[in-house]
């Protein structure tokens, strides 16, 4: 994989995972798996039948999860000690061709754009929740779900940051921005630095 791809790769994973982990896990292992993209080799993993079906079987009860109002709250409070981690180990997975500089560089600033979206989504959704009829709560999921879709696309079309800029244009996700932007500038360097040092 290209490094630029790869660094479009970790953020967007990193975003992704913050909104709907186990789709963003499920999603891009699938895709692997199917031969569409090659995936780094630290990321491999989410290819095995083991981690499709446990990713998928998460991936359906968070959709269900999520529709429920007060339980997507308790929902999202418990995965604070899952996303942000996996979001991390994600990004680290993602830079495994640019060196472990790289990589120590997606983990650390992977983990804060997983932290950002994740806190923005916890946050926007209790307050949704305020309001007693589901109808709000239903368009919020449903959006969180088609904007993880669409950035997921992103970073597999255009093989960019593209993921950064759809996390910058969305509302709730704003506060995870500047560490998006710092992720795809820190690991840009890290991997040139990588290359310089590797022998021809």
């Given at each position: 994989?290209?490094?630029?791809?790869?660094?479009?790769?970790a953020a967007g994973l990193a975003w992704a995972s913050g909104?709907?982990?186990?789709?963003?896990?499920?999603?891009?292992?699938?895709?692997?798996?199917?031969?569409?993209?090659?995936?780094?080799?630290?990321?491999?993993?989410?290819?095995?039948?083991?981690?499709?079906?446990?990713?998928?079987?998460?991936?359906?009860?968070?959709?269900?999860?999520?529709?429920?109002?007060?339980?997507?709250?308790?929902?999202?409070?418990?995965?604070?000690?899952?996303?942000?981690?996996?979001?991390?180990?994600?990004?680290?997975?993602?830079?495994?061709?640019?060196?472990?500089?790289?990589?120590?560089?997606?983990?650390?600033l992977g983990g804060a754009i997983t932290g950002g979206t994740?806190?923005?989504?916890?946050?926007?959704?209790?307050?949704?929740?305020?309001?007693?009829?589901?109808?709000?709560?239903?368009?919020?999921?449903?959006?969180?779900?088609?904007?993880?879709?669409?950035?997921?696309?992103?970073?597999?079309?255009?093989?960019?940051?593209?993921?950064?800029?759809?996390?910058?244009?969305?509302?709730?996700?704003?506060?995870?921005?500047?560490?998006?932007?710092?992720?795809?500038?820190?690991?840009?360097?890290?991997?040139?630095?990588?290359?310089?040092?590797?022998?021809?």
């Open positions: 994989m290209e490094p630029l791809q790869s660094l479009a790769l909104v709907r982990m186990y789709a963003a896990v499920f999603i891009v292992g699938l895709i692997g798996r199917l031969g569409y993209v090659h995936l780094p080799e630290h990321l491999q993993v989410l290819e095995h039948n083991g981690v499709l079906i446990a990713s998928g079987i998460m991936l359906f009860a968070e959709f269900l999860a999520d529709k429920v109002p007060g339980f997507d709250s308790a929902w999202d409070s418990i995965h604070t000690f899952i996303r942000i981690p996996i979001g991390a180990m994600l990004a680290w997975g993602a830079m495994s061709d640019a060196g472990a500089d790289a990589q120590i560089v997606a983990a650390i994740h806190l923005a989504k916890m946050s926007t959704r209790a307050a949704i929740n305020i309001s007693p009829e589901p109808f709000t709560n239903w368009t919020a999921s449903f959006g969180e779900e088609g904007a993880v879709l669409a950035g997921l696309w992103l970073v597999f079309a255009t093989r960019s940051c593209s993921s950064c800029c759809l996390c910058c244009s969305l509302p709730s996700s704003r506060g995870s921005c500047r560490s998006c932007c710092a992720f795809c500038v820190a690991s840009g360097a890290g991997s040139k630095a990588s290359a310089r040092r590797r022998p021809r």
